[in-house]
């Protein structure tokens, strides 16, 4: 499985953008999902996941209530919609899959990852 990560770029606070998650070489329809990012100096941390098949999210804490994780499986490609986004969001954001479709907030569980996607949030 490749996935390519796209979506990413510069908007001003209170701003939107959506990510994608598009996966490659065999389908990914039946594993979990996740996005991750690492901002500049800081460890790599779990943004939000999605499992396969009763699509359950979950999400940190800062980012409930602003982001969205969903999927579509006729076109194997995981999303996540940001919105009203801050300074603290500006983060390289990576997106991963798991086979056994339990979502995981460790990094460390997930089989594939994505090359990561740039988000910058400016003031």
């Known amino acids: 499985v490749q996935l390519q990560a796209s979506g990413g770029g510069l908007v001003l606070v209170g701003g939107s953008l959506r990510l994608s998650c598009a996966g490659s070489g065999r389908t990914f329809s039946s594993y979990a999902g996740g996005w991750f990012r690492q901002a500049p100096g800081k460890e790599r941390e779990f943004v939000a996941g999605?499992?396969?098949?009763?699509?359950?999210?979950s999400y940190v804490d800062s980012v409930k209530g602003r982001f969205t994780i969903s999927r579509d499986n006729a076109k194997d490609t995981v999303y996540l919609q940001m919105n009203s986004l801050k300074p603290e969001d500006t983060a390289v954001y990576y997106c991963a899959v798991r086979r056994n479709g339990v979502l995981s907030r460790n990094s460390g569980a997930y089989d594939y990852w994505g090359q990561g996607t740039l988000v910058t949030v400016s003031s």
């Open positions: 999605i499992s396969w098949p009763d699509g359950v999210r």
